[in-house]
C-alpha cells in the first residue's frame, strides 16, 4: 500500500466542495469513471458516509490495488474492469437508471507512469508500450512501426501539438526500415536529435510530446472522452454534479463543449419566455476552468496542469 499512501490525488479538497450540494446527509451513488489508485474515491467515501460508490478503471492492476485501498468500505464500493465510455451499460447491468455524482480525473496515473515495464515514462528505458489496459489492444510500438507516414504526423500534430512532426516522422520511419522499435530509449535517442536544438533548450524534454501523442492514440483517449462526457451527462439525476479533471486542452476543450452545448437555450432568440423543453439541462457551477493553487503545485507537481470543470444536471435530459 506504500504506493496508494503516497499517491496525492488532484484538487481533492475541492472536488468535495463542489460535490457536497448533490451528496451531503443522504443516501448518493457516485461513478468514480478513472478510479486509478482510488485517491478520490477514498476521499469521497470518508466525506459522505451514506454515498455508494461505483468505480471504472480500465487498468486491472490499478483495480486490484485500489480495491485493497477501498476495502475498508465494504459494501459501500463495486469495482468494475471498463473503460468509462461504456458506462450507461455498467449502470444498467447494476440496475442504475440515474446516478448523483460522476468523476473524472483524466490522462495517465500516477501508478503507471512508476511501473517501468508500462513504457508511459520516456525517463526511464522500457517496453514501448503505452497501454492502460495490458491485456488489449495496440502498443506504441505497434503505432511506431506500421503507421503511415502521414498517419503518423497528423498524431503527433493533433495530440502532441508537436511542431516538429514532419522531421520526427521522417526519421523514425528510416529508423524503422532499419530495425522496428520496441524501446522507449531508442526512440528517445531519436527525438532528442530530431528536435532542434534552441527548442530542446526552451521546449521542454523533447520526448514529451511524441509520447503524448502515442499514449492518446494507443488508447483512444480523445475519441473514449467524446463519448464518455455525454453519456456521463445523461446518467445524471436533477441536482446530480461531474466533475472533471483534465491535464491538456484537448481533453478540456472537449469537456468545456460537451458542457456548454446543454447549458445553453434552445428557445429561439427574441422570445420573451422560455419555450418548454428548450431550456438549459447543465448549470455550470465553476467559472471556465478552475486550476490548482501555488500550494498545491509545490506539494504535487502533477496539478499543475490541472483544469478543473463542475456542471450540475437541472432538469431531466430531454428524450
Given at each position: 500500500?506504500a504506493a496508494?499512501?503516497?499517491?496525492v490525488?488532484v484538487?481533492?479538497?475541492?472536488?468535495l466542495?463542489l460535490?457536497?450540494?448533490?451528496l451531503e446527509g443522504?443516501?448518493?451513488v457516485?461513478?468514480d469513471?478513472?478510479?486509478?489508485?482510488?485517491g478520490?474515491s477514498?476521499?469521497?467515501?470518508?466525506?459522505f458516509?451514506q454515498?455508494k460508490?461505483i468505480?471504472l478503471?480500465r487498468d486491472?492492476?490499478?483495480?486490484?490495488?485500489?480495491?485493497?485501498?477501498?476495502a475498508?468500505?465494504?459494501?459501500?464500493?463495486?469495482?468494475v474492469?471498463?473503460?468509462?465510455?461504456t458506462?450507461p451499460?455498467?449502470?444498467?447491468r447494476?440496475g442504475?437508471s440515474?446516478?448523483?455524482?460522476?468523476?473524472?480525473?483524466?490522462?495517465?496515473?500516477?501508478?503507471?507512469l512508476?511501473?517501468e515495464?508500462r513504457g508511459?515514462?520516456?525517463?526511464r528505458?522500457?517496453?514501448?508500450?503505452?497501454?492502460?489496459d495490458?491485456?488489449t489492444?495496440?502498443?506504441a510500438?505497434?503505432?511506431?512501426?506500421?503507421?503511415?507516414?502521414?498517419?503518423?504526423v497528423?498524431?503527433?500534430?493533433?495530440?502532441?501539438?508537436?511542431?516538429?512532426?514532419?522531421r520526427?516522422?521522417k526519421?523514425?520511419v528510416?529508423?524503422?526500415?532499419r530495425?522496428?522499435?520496441?524501446?522507449?530509449?531508442?526512440?528517445?535517442?531519436l527525438?532528442?536529435?530530431?528536435?532542434?536544438a534552441?527548442?530542446?533548450r526552451?521546449g521542454?524534454?523533447?520526448?514529451?510530446?511524441?509520447f503524448?501523442?502515442?499514449?492518446?492514440?494507443?488508447?483512444?483517449?480523445?475519441?473514449?472522452?467524446?463519448?464518455?462526457?455525454p453519456?456521463?451527462?445523461?446518467?445524471l439525476a436533477v441536482?446530480?454534479?461531474?466533475?472533471v479533471?483534465s491535464?491538456?486542452?484537448l481533453?478540456?476543450?472537449i469537456?468545456k463543449?460537451a458542457f456548454?452545448e446543454l447549458?445553453?437555450?434552445?428557445t429561439p432568440p427574441?422570445?420573451?419566455?422560455?419555450?418548454?423543453?428548450?431550456?438549459?439541462?447543465?448549470?455550470?457551477?465553476?467559472r471556465?476552468?478552475?486550476?490548482?493553487?501555488?500550494e498545491e503545485?509545490?506539494?504535487n507537481?502533477r496539478?499543475?496542469s490541472?483544469r478543473?470543470?463542475?456542471a450540475e444536471?437541472?432538469k431531466?435530459a430531454?428524450?
Amino acid at each position: 500500500m506504500a504506493a496508494e499512501a503516497a499517491h496525492v490525488p488532484v484538487m481533492t479538497g475541492r472536488v468535495l466542495e463542489l460535490f457536497a450540494p448533490a451528496l451531503e446527509g443522504r443516501p448518493a451513488v457516485v461513478v468514480d469513471a478513472t478510479t486509478g489508485l482510488g485517491g478520490h474515491s477514498e476521499a469521497l467515501l470518508t466525506a459522505f458516509p451514506q454515498l455508494k460508490l461505483i468505480g471504472l478503471d480500465r487498468d486491472p492492476h490499478a483495480l486490484e490495488r485500489s480495491g485493497a485501498r477501498l476495502a475498508k468500505f465494504g459494501d459501500r464500493v463495486e469495482l468494475v474492469h471498463a473503460v468509462y465510455d461504456t458506462l450507461p451499460d455498467v449502470l444498467a447491468r447494476l440496475g442504475l437508471s440515474r446516478v448523483d455524482g460522476v468523476m473524472f480525473d483524466l490522462g495517465v496515473s500516477s501508478m503507471q507512469l512508476d511501473e517501468e515495464e508500462r513504457g508511459f515514462a520516456y525517463a526511464r528505458d522500457a517496453p514501448l508500450d503505452m497501454r492502460m489496459d495490458p491485456t488489449t489492444g495496440q502498443t506504441a510500438a505497434d503505432v511506431l512501426n506500421t503507421y503511415e507516414p502521414g498517419e503518423l504526423v497528423r498524431i503527433l500534430r493533433e495530440y502532441g501539438e508537436e511542431r516538429f512532426a514532419q522531421r520526427i516522422v521522417k526519421a523514425i520511419v528510416a529508423e524503422r526500415a532499419r530495425q522496428p522499435f520496441d524501446r522507449s530509449e531508442r526512440l528517445v535517442r531519436l527525438l532528442y536529435d530530431a528536435v532542434p536544438a534552441a527548442s530542446r533548450r526552451t521546449g521542454g524534454h523533447p520526448a514529451k510530446r511524441t509520447f503524448q501523442a502515442l499514449r492518446i492514440e494507443v488508447n483512444g483517449e480523445l475519441e473514449v472522452l467524446r463519448r464518455a462526457i455525454p453519456a456521463a451527462l445523461s446518467a445524471l439525476a436533477v441536482g446530480g454534479r461531474i466533475v472533471v479533471e483534465s491535464y491538456h486542452s484537448l481533453e478540456d476543450r472537449i469537456v468545456k463543449q460537451a458542457f456548454a452545448e446543454l447549458a445553453k437555450s434552445r428557445t429561439p432568440p427574441g422570445l420573451p419566455v422560455e419555450l418548454p423543453g428548450h431550456g438549459p439541462e447543465l448549470k455550470l457551477i465553476t467559472r471556465g476552468a478552475e486550476k490548482a493553487s501555488e500550494e498545491e503545485i509545490e506539494q504535487n507537481p502533477r496539478a499543475a496542469s490541472v483544469r478543473l470543470r463542475v456542471a450540475e444536471r437541472i432538469k431531466e435530459a430531454d428524450a
